[in-house]
């Protein structure tokens, strides 16, 4: 049975794989976004069953960490406000979240590490086909989202970040609050019992061990809880998504 489902989850990463690399052509034809609407359905569907929102990333051992953590994305984000914060050891560094809360907050990583912190060991799967497993530390998003508390009106969680993939335009994604609320979900500030290293998301960055490295967004400015996404980006809930990337992209 396990070998079964994980051959019928190889498919379906293998299929996603295909439909990324035909997604730019598609996305520019007159039919192409009800395509991809309906096929984004059928996927989440799928993932649904075979990826339960109970089921867990695989955690695996010391002795099976990556001698390198190869980054994914911006390897230094440009922006001034990236590089002053850098420049002092991002001490003047604040996570803010706002959005559909109770208590909007500013958050530095000491305040982080104080809720919620725990360890794991998973494996980053990119898109491009390579993969990586390294030692995470960081506090669970839903400490975070506890603190904070939640709208009931929220139904995502939105995440800005310091670096642009084009001029004027930040990289961000998002992921739904049963997500967000996984135990494995964390916002990471150390790899491999080191700070975070800025080429992997310093000094905090998104971990979601069921889904694929695009969803892994580093450099964190601000986490936004949101209703819709109609009023950010254009409208898919992320940036790799606005160009056609599905937007749940479970591993």
Request: charged share 25%.
């Given at each position: 049975m396990t070998d079964r489902r994980s051959f019928v989850r190889m498919a379906i990463v293998g299929a996603a794989g295909?439909?990324?690399?035909?997604?730019?052509?598609i996305s520019q034809s007159a039919w192409g976004p009800n395509v991809l609407g309906k096929a984004e359905g059928l996927n989440r569907r799928v993932q649904a069953l075979l990826s339960p929102s109970s089921s867990m990333a695989r955690e695996y051992g010391e002795a099976d960490i990556s001698p390198v953590f190869h980054p994914n994305g911006t390897t230094m984000p440009g922006t001034p406000a990236y590089q002053a914060l850098l420049a002092n050891g991002f001490r003047d560094y604040r996570l803010q979240v706002d959005g559909l809360v109770r208590r909007p907050a500013r958050l530095s990583i000491d305040e982080l590490q104080r809720l919620d912190v725990c360890t794991q060991i998973t494996r980053h799967d990119c898109v491009e086909g390579w993969s990586a497993i390294g030692k995470w530390r960081g506090t669970r998003l839903s400490a975070v989202l506890d603190h904070v508390g939640v709208d009931p009106r929220a139904r995502f969680v939105v995440f800005h970040c310091f670096d642009e993939m084009e001029q004027d335009t930040p990289y961000y994604e998002s992921i739904d609050l049963t997500e967000a609320r996984h135990p494995q979900?964390?916002?990471?500030?150390?790899?491999?019992?080191?700070?975070?290293?800025?080429p992997n998301g310093a000094p905090l960055r998104l971990r979601i061990g069921r889904q694929l490295g695009y969803k892994q967004a580093k450099y964190l400015a601000r986490?936004?809880?949101?209703s819709?996404?109609?009023?950010?980006?254009?409208?898919?809930?992320?940036?790799?998504?606005?160009?056609g990337y599905e937007w749940y992209a479970g591993i």
């Open positions: 295909i439909l990324v690399a035909a997604c730019d052509r979900t964390l916002l990471a500030f150390a790899l491999n019992d080191k700070p975070l290293p800025v986490i936004e809880l949101v819709s996404f109609e009023d950010i980006g254009d409208g898919q809930g992320g940036y790799w998504e606005d160009q």
